[in-house]
Every structure is written in C-alpha cells, then in structure tokens.
C-alpha cells in the first residue's frame, strides 16, 4: 500500500517522557518508515515547560497519520493531546481531526 498523497502534516508534541533533543522520538519515528522532519522545541502547559518536538510529515496520507503515526506516538510517549496542521484542509486539536474529542484546543 502507498502511504504517500501530497498531504504535509505538522504534529506538535511535547510531555515528560520526550528527550531534550528529541532523539527517542527520531529513533521511534524512523522505525515507522515515514519521511519527517523532526525539530525540538519547548512548550509551557499551565506552569509546567515541557520538551517537545515539531514533526513534518511529507506527503503522508491522512490516514496513515492516524494509525502508524499518533496512536503509536501516543502509546510509547504517554500523551495526552497533540497540535496538528494539515497542509491541504486541516489545523487542529489531532483528536478533533479522527472522531469529535474534548480536546481542549
């Protein structure tokens, strides 16, 4: 199956068991066999500074997004909530995106 269409998604993720450098998220992305772009960041939650991480998906089905992507990140990182911007017609809550959630962006 052809996980490629065109579509650029940015994921925005960040919580307590994100490495400073983003590398654990690296090494967990590239076992997905996706092309990303992956670039760390910090990001405040209340009065909390988390490490977190920009990852460009290019070209990657929307769908694909939901299966080998966020519900693996999920799982393995422990979060709760993700920003992220789809290229062609989406910016948003990722919850929001798959099914009507209560995430609160």
């Known amino acids: 199956m052809n996980d490629y269409d065109g579509t650029t998604t ?15 998220v690296l090494k967990f992305m590239k076992k997905t ?4 772009h992956i670039v760390p960041n910090k990001t405040v939650i209340g009065d909390k500074i988390e490490n977190g991480c920009i990852i460009t998906l290019a070209g ?3 769908d694909i997004i939901e299966k ?6 999920e799982k393995e ?6 920003f992220m911007e789809m290229k062609r017609d989406y910016a948003g809550c990722v919850r929001n995106f798959f099914r009507p959630s ?3 962006t």
Request: hydrophobic share 40%; net charge positive.
């Open 77 to 82: 990182f422990d979060l709760k909530c993700a």
């Open 33 to 36: 066999g996706l092309n990303c």
């Open 68 to 73: 080998k992507v966020w519900k693996n990140l």
């Open 10 to 24: 940015i994921l925005n993720v960040s919580g307590d068991k994100i490495d400073n450098n983003c590398l654990n």
């Open 60 to 62: 990657v089905k929307p």
């Open 102 to 104: 209560n995430c609160i």
